[in-house]
């Protein structure tokens, strides 16, 4: 099991970069797949990028392809979400997830997929 943190959400501008960072608890971190999604008022939670295990593997929402970049530091239990060039739409809760995995390559975009979540971080972008 493990027990996930999510941080680095704010208040910026448009054009602005923010990173959010996911601490996950445990010694086993490296194997489980992560992803982030996001959830504006009145919407359903979406996808916006996933992790493999190792890290060799992206994948990325055709909305955020460009802007936003995953990365994880196993040695630091940690996965990140650099965003930039940020924009109104962007604004949402952002949530991490994991899934523990036996598969070495991307898990998936469905919520479903994924069994544990931080308890997110609002991201407002301001015009």
């Known amino acids: 099991q493990v027990q996930l943190v999510d941080s680095g959400g704010g208040l910026v501008q448009v054009g602005d970069s923010l990173r959010l960072s996911c601490a996950a608890s445990?010694?086993?971190?490296?194997?489980?797949?992560m992803a982030w999604f996001r959830q504006a008022p009145g919407k359903e939670r979406e996808f916006i990028a996933a992790?493999?295990?190792?890290?060799?593997?992206?994948d990325y929402a055709d909305s955020v392809k460009g802007r936003f970049t995953i990365s994880r530091d196993n040695a630091k239990n940690t996965v990140y979400l650099q965003m930039n060039s940020l924009k109104p739409e962007d604004t949402a809760v952002y949530y991490c997830?994991?899934?523990?995995?036996?598969?070495?390559?991307?898990?998936?975009?469905?919520?479903?997929?994924?069994?544990?979540w931080g308890q997110g971080t609002q991201v407002t972008v301001s015009s």
């Open positions: 992790i493999s295990r190792s890290g060799g593997s992206t």
């Open positions: 445990g010694r086993t971190f490296s194997t489980y797949a």
């Open positions: 997830a994991a899934v523990f995995s036996t598969f070495y390559g991307l898990v998936g975009r469905k919520v479903s997929q994924y069994d544990y």
